[in-house]
């Protein structure tokens, strides 16, 4: 076990960090910076350069629309043309109630910006400008509502859009391609510095293909939406498109299984030795753990009954769990994490859509799902020396 699901949990904390406004919408995901806090890696300068390539081979750069928002030290921000730090304000809204933060791509070729220490995303959209609107927090506060593409209400609906997330500071660069909850546009990014790394490259044809598998799977179909975006189950199951009692026949298997033998979960912090007493999935080991018995829909947004709070125990735990579920090997294998793909997504009930993401990348790795990075198969990298980050709109 390696310390990325101390990473992944780091992850879905500072989900909530620009949460306040961020009203039917994702707030900014941010990836764990401190898991290099201590060591002696060498310190990322400011500043990075960051370029943007349209390989899309479906727009033009003129139709492509770029924003970086995010935090700053807990306050909510957006890079400015000119690569510096703006605090998002009230005012920015025009006369149509939405704010402007588009970044312009040079006329043709390549475009080179300048990214500041921050957490936070940075959206493409094709042919239309993303609707941001600056909000009050709860407290009172300057805030962005982000782009929510399955929430049919939401402004963004009509728009093809995406993004990447990262977190650079000092400790350097940590990064990704998402899925979690939706897929759109094809990206895959290119970070340099201590090591050269790619990530989030679809195979040949791969986005026409996650469609047709998702279109393909029972239970899932109605999770494409023409040809704009998949969105994920979870999503799909609040917006009544998936059955919230998909994972039941799964889940009582597993609950039935571990009724009589034990599971173990490695993690960093140990082994857990655990099954299923008084209806609770319960672990002993480096410290007890307990688990009630998961909906759909935590298995499938790795919460509710699966949550991993940040405490080196439980969450790692439910890291594990939420993965075993989404992957669903948790009946086949009893020592958990599996590390075997070729043994991920076997049975009929599974995550499909996350299944579909994976076969469509070249290097395997996806964030089809919260915990897709347990035992190393999201789509992210980092380096604590970054001289550069590459982001591409590969073809269609």
């Not at 728009?159 to 660069?173: I, K, P, R, S, W």
């Not at 090997?329 to 590390?339: D, G």
Request: net charge negative; aromatic share 10%.
């Amino acid at each position: 076990m390696t310390a990325r699901h101390q990473r992944s949990l780091a992850r879905r904390k500072l989900l909530f960090a620009l949460g306040g406004a961020a009203v039917a919408a994702p707030v900014v995901a941010a990836l764990g910076p401190h898991a290099l806090a201590g060591t002696d890696a060498p310190k990322a300068a400011g500043a990075l350069p960051l370029t943007i390539a349209n390989d899309s081979g479906a727009f033009d750069n003129t139709s492509v629309h770029v924003y970086v928002v995010g935090n700053q030290d807990g306050k909510q921000v957006r890079v400015t043309p000119d690569g510096t730090l703006a605090p998002i304000s009230l005012s920015d809204n025009g006369a149509d109630g939405f704010t402007d933060y588009a970044l312009p791509l040079s006329a043709s070729g390549e475009t080179r910006l300048s990214l500041p220490y921050m957490s936070g995303r940075i959206y493409v959209s094709l042919g239309e400008k993303l609707k941001f609107k600056a909000v009050a927090d709860g407290n009172g506060a300057p805030a962005l509502q982000y782009p929510a593409g399955w929430v049919t209400s939401d402004p963004n609906y009509p728009v093809l859009h995406d993004c990447c997330e990262f977190t650079y500071n000092a400790a350097g660069m940590f990064c990704n391609t998402t899925m979690v909850d939706m897929f759109s546009v094809p990206m895959a990014i290119r970070l340099t510095g201590a090591q050269d790394r790619t990530t989030g490259t679809l195979v040949d044809g791969g986005r026409a293909a996650v469609f047709a598998a998702v279109r393909q799977a029972e239970g899932f179909e109605r999770l494409a939406v023409d040809d704009t975006r998949v969105i994920a189950p979870g999503h799909g199951l609040d917006a009544g498109l998936f059955a919230p009692d998909y994972f039941a026949p799964y889940i009582d298997e597993v609950w039935s299984t571990y009724t009589g033998r034990d599971l173990t979960v490695t993690t960093d912090a140990g082994a857990f030795t655990g099954r299923v007493r008084g209806g609770k999935l319960t672990f002993d080991g480096p410290a007890p753990v307990a688990f009630d018995r998961p909906s759909s829909r935590d298995v499938l947004f790795c919460d509710g009954a699966l949550a991993a709070p940040n405490d080196g125990t439980t969450g790692p735990v439910a890291a594990v769990l939420g993965a075993g579920f989404n992957r669903s090997t948790l009946v086949a294998a009893a020592a958990q994490p599996a590390t075997d793909a070729s043994a991920f997504y076997r049975t009929g009930v599974t995550n499909h859509y996350a299944k579909a993401l994976h076969a469509a990348t070249r290097d395997g790795r996806a964030y089809g799902f919260a915990f897709d990075d347990v035992a190393g198969f999201a789509s992210y990298i980092e380096d604590p020396a970054p001289t550069g980050i590459r982001v591409t709109l590969t073809p269609f």
